[in-house]
């Protein structure tokens, strides 16, 4: 018996025309993949520049709470951890400095203004690092103890500015404008604080304890601008959840 032969199939032709067609997919799906990649690139370097003003955020918080501490009882170790945050500060300012040129180019307009946001956030962090710092230094080699008026002043900003760094913190964990208007309502508590201290300590200028306590003035002086930092983020909070400024209407909302 004779075995059928099975036919072999016929292969058809690729023609010019298939050829085109799927040169043509090829390339969309190369551009799908390069544009998801970019995508997900963009995300990524904005997602890490939130993340480092997150961590800015916390770290300005920490120095402050030490200064509180320094304040209150002189910890060697507390001012130890003032320097140290500052330094980090700094790392994270020149982070976001050297990423963000690159990352700003590849995103739209609202992902730019976060991004610009990222870096306003981080010139006011870094700085309040600086002040931190420099409070502690004016104070740091002062043989004779702090008179118990000034202390509690100081301790009183310190505690105020720990807040208000928190509130920034969350404000921009969350988008929440709430928090920034905290942080507006309680500056003037803050200025009101140093005034009194100068207010003090200037009012008999010859005396030898008002020339004496010259570094007081000085730490009260760096704390008072922190103040000021916290309410610059509290303003740029407004920006980044909002899209609004509020330059030349926070005092409105401070006395609010």
Do not use: W
């Not at 075995?3 to 190369?30: C, D, F, G, I, Y």
């Not at 601008?225 to 909302?253: C, M, P, V």
């Amino acid at each position: 018996m004779t075995r059928k032969q099975v036919p072999t199939p016929r292969l058809k032709r690729r023609t010019n025309s298939n050829r085109s067609r799927t040169a043509e997919a090829r390339t969309r799906l190369a551009q799908t993949r390069s544009h998801t990649a970019g995508n997900n690139n963009d995300d990524f370097a904005e997602d890490e520049l939130s993340a480092l003003v997150v961590r800015g955020c916390l770290i300005a918080r920490d120095a402050v709470f030490n200064v509180r501490d320094f304040l209150a009882d002189g910890s060697r170790l507390a001012f130890l951890a003032i320097k140290d945050c500052e330094k980090e500060l700094d790392q994270i300012e020149r982070k976001i400095d050297d990423q963000l040129p690159e990352a700003i180019t590849r995103v739209g307009e609202a992902k730019a203004r976060e991004l610009l946001a990222c870096l306003k956030f981080i010139t006011d962090l870094e700085r309040i690092g600086d002040l931190a710092y420099s409070a502690v230094m004016q104070l740091q080699s002062r043989r004779e103890k702090l008179p118990a008026a000034d202390s509690r002043q100081l301790v009183e900003m310190a505690s105020l500015l720990r807040e208000m760094l928190e509130q920034v913190h969350q404000g921009f964990l969350k988008r929440d404008v709430s928090f920034a208007h905290s942080v507006l309502q309680s500056d003037p508590e803050v200025d009101r604080l140093c005034h009194s201290l100068f207010h003090r300590h200037l009012a008999e200028p010859n005396s030898p304890t008002g020339q004496r306590n010259f570094d007081i003035l000085l730490a009260a002086q760096a704390l008072e601008r922190i103040g000021d930092h916290a309410k610059n983020l509290a303003e740029e909070l407004y920006s980044l959840s909002e899209g609004r400024s509020l330059r030349h209407n926070a005092r409105k909302l401070s006395t609010a």
